[in-house]
């Protein structure tokens, strides 16, 4: 149907005689409220153009002018053939000028209009000029004051009885507020979707909390209430050396976070290590929660699993909380993973811890476990290249340190490197890591870059430098092929201290570079306070890149910025070709990750040994306690 | 002091009077629908659109003296409810939703005037006020001289709406016929 077929067919619609009742109903409550206004002095045809709008003797200017006015819109005009300019009243105040005061030209409406918007405005009316139509815009205005308005306006050509062109009327008003709030909901719709819904950083294969989340977890029942925490270790029963080659070792998490969800849901869970889960049982007492967990314990021994993967061995701690004894989430965790070794040193399925020990005993022990690790060199070194985004081939690894577990194989030093900064051991750890590459890079032809972790924690410590000097002396390593990267995960506590360890890294002639940007304890000062030469992007950020635009604004701001700073950067956590190649077009200097190349073990360690538990306190003083 | 107190009630006046109501009523009778309807099709708010008209027709009837002069008595009324109209929509910002159930759910051709005018709905909620105003004359078979009269407008400006108004039609109708079964 053509339009015109549609108006044609719309305007044989007919009034009703419903309609027509209507009309009478409406006409006597009109005469009463008419009757009501005469009587109560109330000012009828205030905003009422009483003319007939026919009336011909009106120009067509004018007649929109008096339209305008009636609606509170400013009007300009301008006439061809006279070639001036006039504008009303109502629009001087848009413009903040005086009405009488006002010189009416040309050249001081244009100068009135932001300069951003001046090509376009004259763009528009020099287009509606051309083709006698119609131009509406949001104008930007410059008013006598300096500031800024916007201007809703409608540009008209008028035209006499020919249709020849003579003139173009300009009628407004001040949209300011209008535009001010629709720019406020676009920003609000851009931010709804660009921050992120869900904080809780869940672990992809089990669908369990990140051990960070679940500490914050614990943190939160700790501060208000009652309740008990279990950490379950479900490791399979046989461990072949290809278990984490072969998926076999998360095929066996993903499994036993099942049976134990179905257990234990709704509660917290959380994947604190692997095989080790830990359940937040709030509001529960021993006798509640035990029961429970024997249960749990149970069904994940029980439970046989497919095609040759055996099944699973299981030990539990529970420990309970209270908020009256307050205690940090760390200890919490420690304490209840203290306890399944314990069980397990006993060989029986859960161990309840009733009586915690003392705060500094168990710090003690802690330190006393992890020094033993130091000592023993229980520890592997692995390099992951990073791929220099210009050149595209590897010119860099990053030494990554890899906690060897009970049976010598390595696992991620996170939970052991949290710990470590609990208990301010780090800086054994530092330097051990810091002896054991240079010795190792000393041995090797060097003939790429190697980055260094080292803790924020231990940069205090004045003796790490001259430890690093003589490190690099000993082992005869290239300073200028070295990068000492910062992690974030303690604060750098004192500045000018840091700065010095800064100044004396840089003046040995080796770099430094901030572990982890953006999403710790850096804030953005040290990008100026610190001499730093490399910041590596925090994996969050690089993670799900391509789907994510907000995560691209931060990415492609974060690289400008620091180029202009003259710091180079690096992306970690590359995982495909799709961030690469954004990497690539923001001008990121270097990229790590799976997808550029696995770490590899640089070397073994001296020696293995095979027997003691890492970081556990000798089973000796819990039962000389338990005992006493 | 008031307009009926001015007045003495003699004879003639009342006669005057009378008939001038007589008219009046007449008046609201024959337009009165037709009124709210051109209202309707701009705000789609029935509440709305009848209290600019009560606005305006009480106007009228205070000045209905001087308006029935007027060539047209309904352009004067029609330009002064509709600025009513936009004095309302100035001030209370009203929410430009078209109600579910006039949007048809498929644009089938229409076969009635009610169906044309669902259709015509559609269309209208899809517009900026002042081309809703000039579509709305459009239908009521209006110039574009006396629309440019009515609304305020210029007569090109009209004519810039009218294309607008049909480009929109036009790619309203082509969207539905894309979405539909072929």
């Not at chain 1, 490197?417 to 301010?424: F, G, K, N």
């Not at chain 1, 180029?563 to 200097?589: F, M, P, S």
């Not at chain 2, 004095?87 to 430009?96: E, P, S, V, Y």
């Amino acid at each position: 149907m053509t339009f015109d077929e549609l108006i044609e067919l719309a305007a044989q619609d007919v009034p009703t005689p419903l309609e027509h009742a209507r009309a009478r109903r409406a006409m006597r409550r009109i005469d009463e409220d008419h009757e009501r206004r005469l009587s109560a002095g109330a000012e009828i045809f205030s905003d009422v153009d009483l003319r007939d709008p026919l009336n011909a003797d009106f120009t067509e200017a004018k007649r929109i002018r008096r339209a305008a006015e009636l609606r509170k819109r400013g009007a300009v005009v301008w006439d061809a053939d006279t070639r001036r300019i006039d504008w009303s009243d109502e629009m001087s105040r848009i413009f903040g000028l005086a009405p009488v005061e006002a010189h009416k030209s040309l050249t001081s409406l244009y100068a009135m209009i932001h300069p951003t918007h001046r090509t376009a405005v004259s763009r528009r009316v020099r287009g509606a000029w051309r083709g006698q139509s119609a131009a509406e815009f949001v104008c930007r205005i410059v008013v006598r004051d300096g500031s800024t308005r916007y201007v809703e306006v409608l540009l008209e050509i008028l035209t006499d009885r020919l249709g020849r062109s003579t003139g173009i009327i300009v009628t407004g008003h001040d949209a300011t507020a209008t535009h001010k709030r629709l720019q406020d909901d676009k920003r609000r719709e851009i931010r709804a979707s660009s921050v992120q819904q869900d904080l809780a950083e869940v672990d992809g294969a089990t669908g369990l909390l990140s051990r960070r989340a679940f500490a914050d977890e614990v943190g939160r029942a700790l501060q208000t209430g009652t309740g008990t925490l279990l950490v379950i270790s479900a490791p399979p029963y046989i461990r072949l050396s290809s278990d984490t080659e072969t998926g076999r070792d998360e095929w066996f998490g993903t499994a036993a976070a099942k049976v134990i969800r179905d257990f234990v849901d709704p509660d917290p869970c959380g994947l604190l290590g692997p095989h080790e889960f830990g359940v937040l049982m709030p509001y529960t007492t021993f006798e509640t929660a035990a029961p429970k967990a024997d249960r749990v314990i149970a069904s994940l021994r029980e439970t046989r699993f497919m095609a040759g993967c055996g099944r699973l061995d299981a030990f539990g701690g529970l420990v309970h909380y209270d908020y009256r004894f307050p205690t940090a989430s760390i200890e919490l965790l420690l304490d209840a993973e203290t306890a399944w070794r314990r069980a397990k040193h006993e060989d029986r399925a859960l161990h309840v811890l009733r009586q915690p020990p003392p705060a500094d005993e168990r710090r003690e022990t802690c330190r006393a476990g992890i020094r033993n690790t130091v000592k023993n060199g229980r520890f592997a070194l692995y390099a992951q290249p990073l791929r220099d985004l210009e050149l595209n081939r590897i010119t860099r690894h990053e030494i990554l340190l890899r906690v060897l577990d009970d049976v010598g194989r390595p696992t991620p030093p996170t939970a052991f490197l949290d710990l470590a900064e609990h208990v301010d051991e780090i800086l054994a750890v530092d330097k051990w890591v810091i002896n054991q590459a240079l010795r190792l890079i000393g041995q090797s032809p060097q003939t790429s870059h190697y980055q260094i972790n080292v803790s924020g924690r231990s940069l205090a410590d004045p003796l790490l430098l001259h430890h690093l000097r003589d490190a690099v002396a000993r082992y005869g390593v290239d300073p200028e092929h070295l990068t000492i990267e910062i992690t974030e995960t303690a604060a750098i506590g004192n500045l000018s201290v840091a700065r010095r360890f800064a100044d004396g890294v840089r003046q040995l002639g080796c770099q430094l570079a901030l572990d982890d940007f953006g999403t710790g304890n850096t804030p953005l000062g040290f990008l100026t306070k610190l001499p730093v030469d490399l910041v590596k992007i925090d994996g969050s950020f690089i993670h799900g890149l391509p789907a994510s635009e907000a995560l691209q604004a931060v990415v492609e701001g974060l690289v400008q910025m620091c180029r202009k700073l003259g710091i180079l950067t690096a992306a970690e956590y590359v995982q495909d070709e799709a961030t690469l190649d954004l990497l690539r077009a923001y001008g990121v200097d270097f990229a790590q990750g799976f997808h550029i190349g696995e770490p590899d073990q640089l070397a073994t360690s001296r020696r293995r040994t095979t027997s003691v538990e890492l970081n556990l306190p000798p089973a000796t003083t819990l039962e000389q306690r338990d005992a006493g | 002091m008031t307009a009926v107190q001015a007045f003495q009630p003699d004879d003639e006046n009342e006669y005057r009077r009378a008939e001038l109501r007589a008219s009046l009523d007449r008046f609201v009778r024959e337009n009165y629908s037709r009124v709210l309807k051109f209202l309707l099709r701009q705000c789609f708010d029935r509440h709305l659109a009848e209290d600019a008209l009560h606005e305006a027709l009480i106007v009228t009837m205070n000045k209905w003296e001087s308006v029935s002069q007027h060539e047209k008595p309904l352009y004067w009324v029609r330009r002064t409810a509709w600025h009513k109209l936009l004095t309302l929509h100035d001030r209370q910002k009203w929410d430009d939703t078209v109600p579910l159930e006039f949007i048809p759910a498929e644009l089938a051709e229409p076969t009635s005037s009610q169906e044309a005018e669902m259709t015509l709905q559609h269309v209208l909620s899809q517009l900026p006020l002042q081309q809703r105003a000039v579509l709305a004359l459009m239908v009521e078979g209006e110039t574009d001289e006396q629309i440019a009269m009515q609304l305020g407008l210029a007569v090109t400006t009209v004519r810039t709406y009218k294309s607008e108004v049909r480009k929109k039609y036009r790619s309203l109708s082509r969207t539905d016929d894309e979405g539909g079964p072929a």
